[in-house]
């Protein structure tokens, strides 16, 4: 039986992301997290033929609001969680938290959860640094 093809965290053949790689995008949460944000009419999935996902301006207005002009392909990657960005830099993740709730870092929030966009991180530690 021919395997599945392992899905890029940057380019997806679909223009949907299933309900597993919408999870592995967030390093957290379950399908409960998704059942109460559709619940709620936060995240709405859609179906393309036979498959049902998420569209990536939904999952953008779910997690903040839509990436910056240009910032398109970088938003589409793996978010990280504040300890691996806390790793990129000098700065513990308990203060990458505190700048992001101040609205000095930027962030994506899922639920109570804060993420962070690797391009994002990298060009604010530089401006910090």
Excluded: N
């Excluded at 995240?43 to 036979?50: A, D, S, T, Y």
């Excluded at 996902?53 to 910056?68: D, N």
């Excluded at 700048?99 to 966009?117: N, Q, Y």
């Amino acid at each position: 039986m021919p395997r599945r093809p392992k899905t890029s965290d940057v380019d997806h053949a679909s223009t949907l992301l299933s309900a597993a790689d919408l999870l592995r995008r967030w390093q957290a949460g379950s399908d409960a997290t998704l059942w109460r944000a559709e619940k709620d009419g936060l995240l709405i999935p859609v179906r393309e033929g036979r498959r049902r996902g998420y569209s990536w301006e939904t999952i953008w207005a779910f997690e903040g609001g839509q990436p910056p002009a240009g910032l398109e392909a970088a938003y589409r990657k793996r978010l990280l969680t504040p300890e691996q960005a806390a790793m990129r830099g000098p700065y513990r993740p308990s203060t990458l938290i505190t700048k992001a709730r101040e609205d000095t870092l930027p962030c994506r929030r899922i639920g109570t959860r804060i993420r962070f966009v690797v391009d994002e991180i990298d060009r604010w530690l530089c401006s910090w640094l």
